[in-house]
């Protein structure tokens, strides 16, 4: 499986992004995909998860409510909107494929390049 994360970009606080995870392989719709981030400076992190069925969604505490990830198996694609953006959320943005829908990036098979997201004040 071959993941290549896109829809990073500058926006200002308060507004809003959609990123893409787009798959290839034939099996992606057997695989839990997760989104992370990695701020300068900062570890990696968890921030959202799904299986996939779609029907197994988690959050981190710092997103929920503002993060909303989904997935399209026809088209081999995870999203991940993003509303009420705030400079903390700055950060490049990786998803991963895994066998199981966990928080723990050490679980994940695979993993996109990165796309970056910079939210302004």
């Known amino acids: 499986v071959q993941l290549q994360a896109s829809g990073g970009g500058l926006v200002q606080a308060g507004g809003s992004l959609r990123l893409s995870c787009a798959a290839s392989?034939?099996?992606?719709?057997?695989?839990?995909v997760g989104w992370f981030r990695q701020a300068p400076g900062k570890e990696r992190e968890f921030v959202s998860l799904?299986?996939?069925?779609?029907?197994?969604?988690s959050y981190a505490d710092s997103v929920k409510g503002r993060f909303t990830t989904s997935r399209d198996n026809a088209k081999n694609t995870v999203y991940l909107q993003m509303n009420s953006l705030n400079p903390e959320d700055t950060a490049v943005y990786y998803c991963?494929?895994?066998?199981?829908?966990?928080?723990?990036?050490?679980?994940?098979?695979?993993w996109g390049q990165g796309t970056l997201v910079t939210v302004s004040s």
């Open positions: 991963a494929a895994g066998r199981i829908p966990t928080m723990n990036p050490a679980e994940y098979d695979y």
């Open positions: 392989g034939r099996t992606f719709s057997r695989y839990a």
């Open positions: 799904i299986g996939w069925s779609g029907f197994s969604i």
